[in-house]
């Protein structure tokens, strides 16, 4: 599975920005996809994952009720739609997919996708 992120920008804090990772394979839609980010100088975090179908969604608190991560399988692409967004969302953030999970959440994920600079300015 390869996967590519894009999307990001600089925004002013309380913008918005939708991310969209598009992926190769036959089989993407098997698979549980999350998103995650980096800011400098810090571990990469988990932001939110969905499961195969789309009907099952997790997020990370800090961005509950803000962001929202969706997929179109005939697509093949996941996409995060970030609201109100903060300067502490600065980060670059990356795609992946958990491989023969239909539903996951957690940092085991098989691949990564190149990641997409976000930064919010204040």
């Known amino acids: 599975v390869q996967l590519q992120a894009f999307g990001g920008g600089l925004v002013q804090a309380g913008g918005c920005l939708r991310l969209s990772c598009a992926a190769s394979g036959r089989t993407f839609s098997s698979y549980a996809v999350g998103w995650f980010r980096q800011a400098p100088g810090k571990e990469r975090e988990f932001v939110a994952t969905?499961?195969?179908?789309?009907?099952?969604?997790h997020y990370a608190d800090s961005v509950k009720g803000r962001f929202t991560i969706s997929r179109d399988n005939a697509k093949n692409t996941v996409y995060l739609q970030m609201n109100s967004l903060k300067t502490e969302d600065t980060a670059v953030y990356y795609c992946a997919v958990k491989v023969g999970y239909s539903d996951y959440v957690g940092y085991g994920m098989d691949y990564w996708g190149k990641g997409t600079q976000v930064t919010v300015s204040s």
């Open positions: 969905i499961s195969s179908t789309g009907g099952s969604t």
